[in-house]
């Protein structure tokens, strides 16, 4: 079966450091993306992985390890703005266009 | 550039009431989605298409239908609404010419409540 896991919800403190955790089982593995989402509004696109490793993008990086099925997102420097959900999705081989997404991790920032 | 647009933005229907949502991209897109969106659940693909014309079913296809007879336009059809489609819509849409990583590009989605 197809199934992607991330914590439901986390709370984190201005200024620090989050890592959002995700971990997949699908049939099939042609990237794995980050998508952040503020309640009420559409999902934004914020990172890809294809191969295992860390993709760094200013203060957002996301690593992936297709062995084990398993991505995180590392959010530095909190800002209040980054009080959002944040959804892992993988993109499916068999058909090239399928991606299936997780529910998401509600994080929270706190002053 | 006005992206991905929805129309409408919110609805409410009666059980056995059919609508159609509109959904609208200028990007020049080949793929088009249609995603549901639950509390507690990921987004579930409805219908995609790959191209003006063609059309499949994703991972929650029934009681919908999709039409794309213009490659900036896919519609989502609910023939008899029931109360189990009350959901948050989301549309989207995405191109491998323009990008190798061919992300999406949501719509601000429409929020459908069947009574």
């Known amino acids: 079966g197809q199934n992607i896991d991330q914590p439901t919800e986390m709370t984190a403190t201005e200024g620090a450091i989050v890592q959002i955790n995700c971990t997949y089982q699908?049939?099939?593995?042609?990237?794995l993306f980050w998508y952040q989402q503020h309640a009420g509004e559409a999902p934004t696109f914020l990172s890809y992985?294809?191969?295992?490793g860390l993709e760094e993008k200013g203060r957002f990086s996301s690593f992936l390890s297709r062995s084990k099925g398993y991505s995180y997102l590392l959010l530095k420097e909190l800002q209040m703005k980054d009080s959002a959900s944040y959804l892992c999705?993988?993109?499916?081989?068999?058909?090239?266009?399928?991606?299936?997404f997780g529910a998401g991790t509600r994080l929270f920032v706190k002053a | 550039n006005a992206g991905v647009t929805q129309t409408p933005k919110f609805r409410v229907l009666k059980t056995g009431q059919s609508m159609t949502l509109l959904c609208a991209q200028d990007?020049?897109?080949?793929?088009m989605y249609w995603y549901r969106q639950d509390p507690g659940m990921g987004l579930r693909l409805i219908h995609y298409?790959?191209?003006?014309?063609?059309?499949a079913k994703g991972e929650v296809p029934d009681g919908y239908n999709v039409s794309r007879l213009k490659k900036q336009n896919f519609l989502l059809g609910l023939e008899s609404a029931a109360p189990s489609q009350t959901s948050v819509y989301f549309c989207?849409?995405?191109?491998?010419?323009?990008?190798?990583?061919?992300?999406?590009?949501f719509g601000p989605g429409t929020r459908l409540t069947v009574l």
């Open positions: 990007m020049n897109h080949e793929y």
């Open positions: 999705a993988v993109r499916d081989s068999t058909g090239g266009f399928k991606t299936i």
């Open positions: 298409s790959v191209g003006e014309g063609t059309t």
């Open positions: 699908t049939s099939g593995f042609n990237g």
């Open positions: 989207a849409s995405s191109s491998t010419r323009t990008s190798a990583y061919n992300e999406q590009f």
């Open positions: 992985n294809v191969l295992d």
